[in-house]
């Protein structure tokens, strides 16, 4: 029976951060937290963080105490005690926070004292989540079907399982150290290998292997539940592709186009039997498996918590996904839930619906990593390869992908329709069979040759409604590419998602060309809101995407407004740390009492939370798009990242204000081995450069050097911009130096912007935001605040035992490289650690 909770029962709350971004860890944890501080500390809760994570937003909250400290188990148990914790959220952070936080619960002993409730999940569902096989158990008593798995503790074992199973067969580490990986073994000579690999992914050493499901269709429903047991579905989502291609690698769509509702309905009731049965007071993300032939329905993944799903939805549909989700932890039922007032006051008491179409396309780093000579695997399958995702709204299926290919920005080889048509046959259908990163453009091409939908369905077992989807518009495209410009034409090109650099190339044109005539004929898309209700109860939206239709429900926010680019879709490099950087000055505009509109399409990025901006664009980050954002809200100016420099030569040709955040294009590569790399980093205002720290860059590792660089001389630096620079030296070292000699400036140094991940670190270290301070500096020059502030940063004092490590993505399981991959250049895995004293 729900026992009532007492308002504020648990005052002391602390949040466990999620760590280091990794591949499907891409900062939207970090995002949550940062978005539920406010909320919380409103309502009588003393907060309190702790995380290692350079990147994070939430760590420079005002709303919480927070700690820089490496997630371990006796930092949080000392953390806990300093600061007699009443209460802990793990869910918040993913999958590793419920890991940690099972460990602290097995670690505790009496005279730790008091050991403080874990808010949101019972200690009984973190255990059961951490033991695949009593979590099978439990939910086959309950009526719900799993595939058959078998425990084994050896290889022996394994081998002698052979003998009853049939490949494929899916393989998985039983109580995972940290994320696990599913293998799927399609072949007897891949069977000992993939077994040892998993094995050493085991605290206990055991593996779980069962039946593959491989060709059944995937849906994923994000539900809520409260201390109650009420249960809200907050949306579903499809795969395009098959079990046995990562969700996360698969186009995804919401809601589901080929699922009925009489099966969809039954997916909802086990989604919320699932959520019963854990007794969570939250978000429960529950993967299924459906069997077309049967009808049958299998569990195949339960996330009872926070992660990509519960932001992708909250984007997707409007609704509040975790400023409800924080309150249900605390023990508020679902209709005690309170939310800031643009929302609806029963916001929290309906379960969304979508008027819209998404399409979610996942982005892959094969082409960066290229680039930089390095060759990997790109074949997809059980284990995730993309390292982001962007999304497209539309009103139909087709609008809504186009819009997500454009906003994926695919400009390597592999997709260019020159690529494509060279594709032999016999190359085309091993590639439908073992899919690619290309997936989407080699299914066109083998439309555009002809192949049956039925032959296609077959091969790759997709649904053939995708290709009949992709049929039509291949259709279009030949429609428009045999008609002359028109008013019909164009409106059909446009609601079809069609850019306008597209539509050049096929009428022999130039986008702006494009858009003129557009102009001309009336066709200019109008904006719809996405409001959890549909529209149904008054909202003040402030998200909205473009659509081609007679009613625009976007009305300009001020004369005072600032447009802000956001990073797009995460790459390997500086995806989380760009997300970081876009937040900050979203927030620090509003500070100094802008409106801020936001142009980004990635759910995971923290600039997307909708109390860091009045209006945010759902929208590809191309010129024409943003071109006609700006027609909409005539902002003052449009803040760029300075990698996007074909977006900025653009916007400025077309008479616009920009502000450019500097950034190098790439992130730059790490020094050689036996090499060192030494920065004095530096702040520049429009008009003077401040010396700020000096820091040691080898390979995976930046630290800070406690050594005074104030008497630099830096008058004869003059820079295009404002911004955090750093001036660059090598030298020839195998060990970290306390002592450096500080250059002159000459021909063996050079200056470059710093890395957003390194602002992100050393904001952290330093205790100073220096993007703030970057965009104070776009109004004239800093005040005298600011000034004292740069000089009494006191680097050799503060956090000089501090350094940044990158060199814990395990590249070799997710890519396959050909060599090993630089660290220090994609900062995935980054970790801040605190040194030992000699």
Not at 18 to 41: C, R, S
Request: aromatic share 8%; proline share 5%; hydrophobic share 40%.
């Amino acid at each position: 029976m729900y026992k009532k909770t007492t308002k504020n029962q648990h005052q002391r709350l602390l949040f466990l951060g999620a760590g280091e971004t990794d591949f499907g860890m891409q900062g939207e944890n970090d995002a949550a937290i940062y978005q539920v501080l406010p909320i919380l500390e409103k309502q009588g809760y003393q907060l309190f963080l702790v995380d290692d994570n350079p990147y994070s937003l939430a760590l420079e909250s005002g709303q919480a105490q927070t700690i820089v400290a490496t997630l371990t188990v006796q930092n949080v148990k000392a953390i806990i005690k300093e600061q007699q914790i009443d209460g802990v959220f793990p869910g918040f952070a993913g999958d590793r926070g419920l890991r940690l936080w099972q460990q602290v619960m097995a670690e505790w002993r009496e005279e730790d004292g008091p050991r403080p409730v874990g808010l949101g999940i019972p200690d009984s569902t973190v255990d059961l989540m951490n033991d695949s096989a009593a979590l099978f158990d439990r939910l086959s008593l309950s009526g719900l079907a799993m595939p058959q798995a078998t425990i084994v503790r050896s290889q022996a074992e394994a081998n002698e399982l052979l003998r009853d199973l049939e490949l494929p067969l899916l393989v998985r580490a039983h109580h995972p150290a940290q994320a696990t990986t599913r293998k799927i073994v399609k072949r007897l000579d891949d069977f000992e290998n993939a077994v040892d690999q998993v094995i050493e992914q085991s605290l206990t050493k055991e593996v779980v292997i069962s039946k593959a499901i491989n060709g059944l269709k995937e849906v994923s429903l994000l539900v809520l539940r409260d201390a109650a047991g009420n249960c809200l579905q907050i949306g579903a989502s499809e795969d395009m592709d098959p079990v046995g291609i990562h969700t996360s690698d698969s186009l995804t769509v919401a809601p589901t186009l080929t699922i009925s509702d009489q099966v969809l309905q039954e997916m909802r009731t086990q989604a919320f039997q699932v959520a019963n049965l854990l007794n969570i007071q939250g978000p429960v993300h529950v993967q299924l498996a459906l069997d077309e032939k049967t009808g049958r329905l299998y569990i195949i993944k339960v996330s009872p918590y926070l992660d990509y799903l519960s932001n992708r939805m909250a984007l997707l549909t409007g609704y509040p996904v975790m400023l409800v989700a924080a309150q249900l932890a605390t023990g508020r039922l679902i209709q005690e839930i309170e939310l800031p007032d643009s929302y609806h006051e029963k916001t929290a008491m309906m379960e969304p619906v979508m008027d819209h179409i998404v399409v979610k396309l996942p982005v892959f780093s094969f082409g960066d990593l290229k680039a930089s000579g390095v060759r990997v695997n790109r074949q997809l399958n059980s284990i995730q390869k993309s390292v982001g995702s962007a999304l497209g709204f539309g009103r139909t299926f087709i609008e809504a992908m186009e819009k997500a290919i454009r906003a994926a920005h695919f400009n390597n080889r592999s997709f260019s329709p020159k690529y494509m048509k060279k594709l032999s046959d016999d190359e085309m259908i091993q590639q439908l069979i073992h899919p690619h990163d290309n997936r989407v453009l080699l299914l066109l091409e083998a439309l555009r040759r002809g192949y049956e939908i039925d032959e296609l369905a077959e091969l790759t077992k997709i649904d053939g409604f995708y290709f009949y989807q992709l049929k039509q518009l291949l259709a279009i495209e030949a429609h428009i590419l045999d008609g002359e410009p028109s008013r019909q034409l164009l409106n059909k090109a446009k609601s079809s998602g069609l850019s306008d650099g597209l539509l050049a190339r096929f009428w022999d044109s130039d986008f702006q060309a494009i858009r003129e005539l557009a102009k001309q004929a009336g066709v200019v898309p109008t904006y719809k809101a996405l409001e959890p209700s549909a529209g149904e109860f008054p909202e003040n939206a402030h998200q909205f995407f473009a659509t081609f239709e007679e009613e625009n429900e976007s009305v300009p926010v001020s004369n005072k407004t600032i447009l802000v680019i956001g990073p797009g879709a995460f790459r390997m490099g500086d995806g989380a740390s760009a997300g970081y950087v876009t937040a900050v000055v979203l927030s620090e505009l509003r500070a100094l009492g802008y409106k801020t509109v936001i142009m980004n399409n990635n759910a995971s990025d923290a600039s997307l939370l909708p109390h860091l901006s009045d209006k945010q664009y759902l929208e590809p980050l191309e010129v024409s798009d943003v071109m006609s954002v700006v027609d909409q809200e005539q902002p003052e100016a449009i803040v760029v990242p300075g990698n996007r420099r074909k977006l900025i030569e653009a916007l400025t040709a077309l008479g616009q204000k920009v502000i450019v955040l500097p950034k190098e294009k790439h992130q730059p590569m790490g020094p050689e081995e036996g090499e060192s790399e030494f920065a004095l980093n530096i702040f520049y205002d429009g008009a003077r450069a401040f010396p700020l720290v000096l820091t040691q860059h080898q390979s995976g590792e930046i630290r800070l050097i406690d050594q005074d660089e104030s008497q630099v001389d830096l008058s004869g630096i003059r820079l295009p911009y404002s911004g955090v620079y750093q001036l660059i030296w090598r030298e020839k070292t195998r060990k970290w130096l306390d002592q450096v000699r500080l250059p002159d400036f000459g021909s063996d140094t050079w200056l470059r912007p710093m890395p957003y991940g390194q602002i992100a670190f050393l904001s952290k270290i330093l205790q100073l935001s220096l993007i703030r301070l970057v965009v104070r500096s776009w109004k004239g020059g800093l005040d005298e605040d600011d000034l004292d502030a740069l000089v009494a940063h006191m680097p050799a004092l503060r956090g000089a035992d501090f350094a940044m490590v990158s060199n814990r993505t395990d590249f070799d399981l997710h890519l396959k490289p050909d060599q090993p991959v630089d660290s220090t250049r994609y900062e995935m895995g980054a970790k801040i650690m605190r040194l030992m004293e000699d």
